[in-house]
């Protein structure tokens, strides 16, 4: 959990040199550089994020390369006039290490060690899930959601619209007495960067207030649709009290892949302390529903527990 919270501040702080930068000034050395993609990970995808922002593509320092990574890579490629394939190779290193000084580019560290093994374990022996579902409630999924998560003794995280929170407001207490967690979506899922001050305020503030007059508690924290945030829309987000809180795992549910391939997605990425990114609204979300029936399965007998965020 406190991975997950110092994770949250990286995520919206703005880009800072790597602190390796004297080592690499007193000592220049050639750094081989990994070749990045969608699902890769860790520090070499935080730097590359890190460029990324500073050359004015932005993007949240993750280190897990999504699909917002990838766009924005693919938007840096084209406009440096390099073949356009989403992935980070030598020559878009090449580019996003040029006219920033490369010589603050630190060397990534190793890789992060593999998910834990498949075999069935004892509950909460792999460590803790965050499940969280954007978008709602809708009563097409949302009570199923509901119901799936109770049949594991799984907690999650929901990241509602003030305006749906307000239209099925029975939705949003049973998921709040169920011991989930109830966060704030913005009132009509609008891009936080594209708001003025006051817009900001109004569908941000409506929304926690909604919330509240349905479960009596304070909302603690917020998700930016389309992860859309900068340092600006950070700063007025937490002068309202509230945390934001991306993830780490994104299986692109609402594009709809299939239900397989949602699964596949979360179980072949997810580790101990991962926020996985999932939608209880917005569309039909079968493939969604059957995808996480096989996710709480796997992950609890992998001995992974449920747990939610946004409580206290
Ligand atoms: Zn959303």
């Known amino acids: 959990m406190v991975l997950v919270l110092v994770g949250l501040v990286v995520l919206v702080a703005p880009a800072k040199p790597p602190a390796a930068t004297a080592v690499e000034t007193t000592r220049p050395r050639a750094v081989s550089r990994p070749v990045l993609a969608y699902g890769s990970r860790g520090a070499a995808v935080r730097q590359a994020q890190s ?3 500073r050359h004015g ?3 949240p320092v ?3 390369y999504g699909t917002l990574t990838a766009r924005q890579v693919r938007r840096f490629q084209v406009a440096h006039g390099i073949r356009s394939t989403g992935k980070v190779g030598p020559l878009t290193w090449r580019k996003l290490l040029a006219g920033v000084g490369g010589r603050a580019a630190a060397q990534p560290a190793p890789a992060a060690p593999p998910a834990a093994a498949s075999a069935p374990a004892p509950a909460g022996s792999a460590g803790v899930v965050y499940l969280t579902f954007d978008d709602g409630p809708a009563p097409a999924w949302t009570p199923r959601v509901l119901e799936l998560l109770a049949r594991y003794r799984a907690r999650a995280t929901f ?4 305006r749906s929170a307000a239209a099925h407001p029975e939705l949003v207490r049973q998921e709040f ?6 966060g704030n979506h913005t009132w009509s899922h609008r891009r936080l960067t594209g708001l003025r001050g006051a817009q900001l305020a109004a569908e ?5 207030a909604a919330i509240q ?3 009596g508690a304070p909302v603690r924290c917020l998700r930016p649709p ?7 829309s950070a700063d007025r987000v937490r002068a309202l009290g509230l945390r934001l809180v991306l993830w780490d795992v994104d299986p692109d549910d609402w594009l709809r892949p299939g239900a397989r391939t949602i699964a596949g997605r979360v179980l072949g990425r997810v580790r101990s302390g991962d926020v996985v990114l999932m939608h209880d609204g917005g569309g039909d979300r079968s493939q969604t529903m059957a995808a996480l029936e096989q996710v709480l399965a796997t992950l609890s007998a992998r001995g992974f527990r449920f747990d939610a965020l946004c409580r206290g």
Not at 177 to 182: E, K, L, N, R, S
Not at 204 to 208: F, L, Q, R
């Open 51 to 53: 460029l990324l922002s």
């Open 57 to 59: 593509y932005r993007v």
């Open 62 to 64: 993750t280190g897990f």
């Open 159 to 162: 990241f509602v619209l003030g």
């Open 177 to 182: 007495v169920a011991g989930h967690g109830v």
């Open 204 to 208: 941000v503030s409506a929304t926690s």
């Open 213 to 215: 007059r349905i479960t």
């Open 226 to 232: 389309f992860a859309a945030v900068d340092a600006a």
